[in-house]
């Protein structure tokens, strides 16, 4: 049987994908970036940022939206960055030395997320992006004040020259891209990091493996309907917050190989970009607030940040700076958010209205 | 049914399991941090003084360490060596006042909590101990008690301020 494709439902279901692809396909030439700079800068960011991206997948799975508690895992990971710096721990034992450190800390903040998320439930996101920023507070007071005094690291490169706190940047020339160039070939002159690909890869198989085990059958059976899942003898709390750990988990692993791609660390705000940038990429990806797949992290990483390199070109091009096309590219991050949250809300509320309608029907002919 | 867990309940299988496994994952964090932890070995040439005694500096050498090229040292010369873990070896060839050439090749740890220290190839030489020979770098500026970490040096750095805290949306990802 040949299958029909509506094309409105298909433009509904993936608008956010092909504004996207228009709006790279017209700031392409406008850029003028050769084809393999391109593609050189793609698999860079790819590989930089699939790991934070595809950890969201799993609170999605068992229902909790766009876990932007993701934040907190980055938190982790980067207390895991500042202590291998400052012992001068290099390489790839120092990377491994980083995500245990960051994984005891990033499982005691999912956990508190978790606990925190099933208070409130159904609000997810907004309380998951208020606990980010109270977090971030703690942080702050952690990294800035107890960092030296009370937490006793003396390295001059990461505490700051009055004794306390740690420096704005910090330089990660002892780990950067430690894990690309460890085993990596060049093609047509695009290097391709063999090792941080694997890692990617293992990370993928782990998440299709993870949704056939019992745990993640149960986040499906969760996200689908709560109270069915829980009529089902499934610990709906326990499960919830098992999801938010594992991704908070996740999290620190991608911030520990994102900052090693990029060589530096911004101690004050690092964390908080990548939350927002990760979801923004998910969705470009077209994955809405309740599914995802693996698929949609690639599509959304190669586009949402094919216009990271193209908008500012294009803006110097067009405008003559490029600091127009920067604020373009944030106009647009911050809008398919929002695009993607009304969407999901229009949908949702379609779908309902769809079956309530096919109930109302079924009654009325019960009745005649 | 009396449904509390009892003792025996709670040190159950499952709960040495997750020990071993804790325990293994902290073996594999200092075997890491053993492994991992960067040196910076000063190879110093210089007339030095231990316990009263002086050894002169070598009238020319020929230093590697585990095996690496080998740089050639005259009086007062220092060059940096930057290794991994705490056990070298490292391979003297020396020349005396009468141009006759020795070689030496010993082992040397580095101190574990030590990132920078001061290898004596005099001291070296003259068969001390690699803890006497081998001491804590202390930059110039301490030695002569110039406080670099405070005053002008602090007021340059910048202190985090809350535009820093707030993600910089502009900035690149």
């Keep these: 049987m040949k299958k029909e494709i509506d094309i409105k439902k298909f433009l509904a279901n993936n608008i956010v994908p092909i504004i996207f692809i228009v709006l790279c396909l017209i700031c392409i030439p406008l850029a003028g970036y050769s084809g393999q700079y391109l593609v050189s800068q793609i698999i860079t960011r790819i590989m930089r940022n699939s790991f934070l991206v595809l950890s969201l997948l799993i609170p999605i799975m068992a229902g909790m939206g766009l876990n932007f508690g993701m934040t907190l895992g980055a938190m982790a990971g980067q207390i895991g960055i500042i202590f291998i710096t400052a012992w001068n721990v290099v390489g790839i034992p120092g990377l491994l030395l980083a995500a245990i450190i960051a994984t005891p800390i990033a499982a005691l903040l999912g956990w508190f997320c978790g606990k925190m998320l099933n208070m409130a439930k159904g609000r997810e996101m907004i309380t998951s992006y208020m606990i980010s920023f109270f977090m971030n507070g703690v942080y702050q007071l952690v990294v800035l004040y107890g960092m030296g005094p009370v937490i006793p690291l003396h390295s001059d490169q990461v505490i700051l020259p009055r004794g306390y706190g740690v420096r704005n940047t910090i330089d990660l020339i002892n780990v950067r891209q430690s894990v690309d160039n460890f085993w990596s070939l060049t093609i047509a002159g695009v290097k391709i990091p063999l090792l941080t690909i694997i890692l990617i890869a293992l990370l993928c198989v782990v998440i299709v493996w993870f949704r056939k085990t019992k745990l993640g059958q149960d986040m499906r059976a969760v996200g689908q309907d709560m109270e069915v899942a829980r009529e089902a003898g499934i610990k709906v709390e326990r499960t919830r917050i098992l999801a938010i750990v594992i991704s908070t988990i996740f999290a620190a692993y991608g911030m520990i190989l994102y900052l090693s791609n990029m060589g530096t660390l911004n101690t004050y705000n690092s964390h908080s970009q990548i939350g927002m940038f990760s979801i923004a990429a998910l969705l470009v990806g077209g994955a809405s607030v309740s599914r995802a797949s693996i698929k949609n992290v690639f599509l959304g990483i190669i586009l949402f940040h094919l216009m990271f390199i193209l908008a500012p070109q294009a803006g110097r091009e067009l405008m003559g700076q490029a600091q127009i096309g920067e604020f373009f590219r944030v106009f647009i991050s911050y809008g398919v958010i929002t695009l993607s949250l009304v969407l999901y809300e229009i949908r949702e509320r379609r779908e309902k209205a769809e079956s309530a309608k096919a109930i109302a029907d079924q009654q009325k002919e019960e009745r005649a | ?173």
């Design chain 2, 1 to 173: 049914m009396n449904g509390k867990k009892t003792i025996k309940d709670f040190f159950n299988l499952s709960f040495y399991v997750r020990l071993a496994v804790i325990l293994l994952v902290i073996i594999l964090a200092v075997f890491l941090y053993h492994y991992g932890k960067q040196h910076t070995v000063y190879i110093d040439n210089r007339t030095i003084e231990i316990d009263g005694v002086s050894y002169k500096a070598l009238e020319w050498a020929e230093v590697s360490v585990d095996g690496g090229d080998a740089s050639e040292y005259s009086p007062r010369t220092r060059r940096e060596a930057t290794v991994q873990r705490q056990k070298h070896t490292i391979h003297v060839v020396y020349e005396d006042e009468d141009f006759n050439q020795f070689e030496i090749e010993t082992e040397f740890t580095v101190p574990l909590n030590e990132t920078q220290v001061v290898l004596s190839l005099p001291a070296l030489v003259a068969g001390l101990d690699d803890s006497q020979y081998i001491t804590q770098f202390i930059p110039m500026a301490q030695q002569l008690g110039i406080n670099v970490g405070g005053g002008a040096a602090a007021a340059a750095e910048e202190i985090p301020t809350e535009e820093d805290m707030f993600g910089d949306m502009t900035a690149d990802f």
